[in-house]
T-cell receptor, first 115, second 114 residues
């Protein structure tokens, strides 16, 4: 019963192509995050999005990446000119403040395969 | 930024035995320490968490302990079962004032042998 829905579940693309991954929160939250997990590795922070603006981003989140909330509901991660090393699971997460802690719940993820 | 070290990277135990996974962190301002379980091909799922004002928390067969002075926290699973087999990640929250994103450890592959 994920509180965020991600599409597509799996996308295969050619190197150099643009990819858009989507996240739809079921309930309204202020904080959203994108994380990446390369196969067999740890979950890495990409970017946080607060009140329709980027709040923080990691070193991984370079000019190749962008996030938007185009219609106030969908939350997208765009990867321009994909590279082989972009192959990974991309997780959207929503944050819920609980007793001063920001509790994250992840979506089911989008698996990106770059050929 | 925060640095989280997790050990061991792999752990095999016999069914019914206990498993302990340890993490250390670098930023003394961190105040929230969750543990996530990730089954193969699935999303990370929160299984237990602890705040900095508490030293230990239990939930049935799992428990987490926190030593703020030493900046380490541990996950304890007792009476392990085959369904406990998964990758476990510890995490900490970046200090207040940031977007409070989680920084994850490198993960521990736990295998419970029947």
């Amino acid at each position: 019963e994920p509180e965020v829905t991600q599409t597509p579940s799996h996308q295969v693309t050619q190197m150099g192509q643009e990819v858009i991954l989507r996240c739809v929160p079921i309930s309204n939250h202020l904080y959203f995050y994108w994380y990446r997990q390369i196969l067999g590795q740890k979950v890495e922070f990409l970017v946080s999005f607060y009140n329709n603006e980027i709040s923080e981003k990691s070193e991984i989140f370079d000019d190749q990446f962008s996030v938007e909330r185009p219609d106030g509901s969908n939350f997208t991660l765009k990867i321009r000119s994909t590279k082989l090393e972009d192959s990974a699971m991309y997780f959207c997460a929503r944050g819920r403040v609980d007793a001063g802690a920001n509790v994250l719940t992840f979506g089911a993820g989008s698996r990106l395969t770059v050929l | 930024g925060e640095n989280v070290e997790q050990h061991p990277s792999t752990l095999s135990v016999q069914e019914g035995d206990s498993a302990v996974i340890k993490c250390t962190y670098s930023d003394s301002a961190s105040n929230y320490f969750p543990w996530y379980k990730q089954e193969l091909g699935k999303r990370p799922q929160l299984i237990i968490d602890i705040r900095s004002n508490v030293g230990e928390k239990k939930d049935q067969r799992i428990a987490v302990t926190l030593n703020k002075t030493a900046k380490h926290f541990s996950l304890h699973i007792t009476e392990t079962q085959p369904e406990d087999s998964a990758v476990y990640f510890c995490a900490t929250t970046d200090p207040p004032g940031s977007a409070r994103q989680l920084t994850f450890g490198s993960g521990t592959q736990l295998t419970v042998l029947p």
